[in-house]
């Protein structure tokens, strides 16, 4: 099994900046997409921002040039540096995380999740 920790969040003004992280623990054999979502208004995770094995980067239009996504393969963690931040960015944010474990087998994980809002 892989497990997924999540750290960061919380609380932060209109402009303000935060970074979320979300470390994998576990029968790692490799990892090929590190992923970020966010839960909407009805409560469906959407698609933030995404990194693969190759360091090509992918983003949802709204969080272009403000949001940054960055992996740490030593550590087998991925960030989410998120500048100028808007009331609307205010969610729950849910890393996943897909590979291969040990065994050969596939895996996709989901991270708890961690809540930010964007308040004055």
């Known amino acids: 099994q892989v497990q997924l920790v999540q750290s960061g969040g919380g609380l932060v003004q209109p402009g303000g900046s935060l970074r979320l992280s979300c470390a994998a623990a576990?029968?790692?054999?490799?990892?090929?997409?590190m992923e970020w979502y966010r839960q909407d208004p009805g409560n469906h995770r959407e698609f933030v921002a995404r990194?693969?094995?190759?360091?090509?980067?992918l983003y949802e239009d709204s969080v272009k040039g403000r949001f940054t996504i960055s992996s740490d393969n030593t550590k087998n963690t991925v960030y989410l540096q998120m500048n100028r931040l808007k009331p609307e960015d205010t969610s729950g944010y849910y890393c996943?995380?897909?590979?291969?474990?040990?065994?050969?087998?596939?895996?996709?994980?989901w991270g708890q999740g961690t809540q930010v809002t964007v308040s004055s």
């Open positions: 990194i693969i094995s190759t360091g090509n980067t």
């Open positions: 996943k995380m897909a590979g291969i474990e040990l065994s050969g087998e596939v895996f996709g994980s």
């Open positions: 576990g029968s790692i054999g490799r990892i090929y997409t």
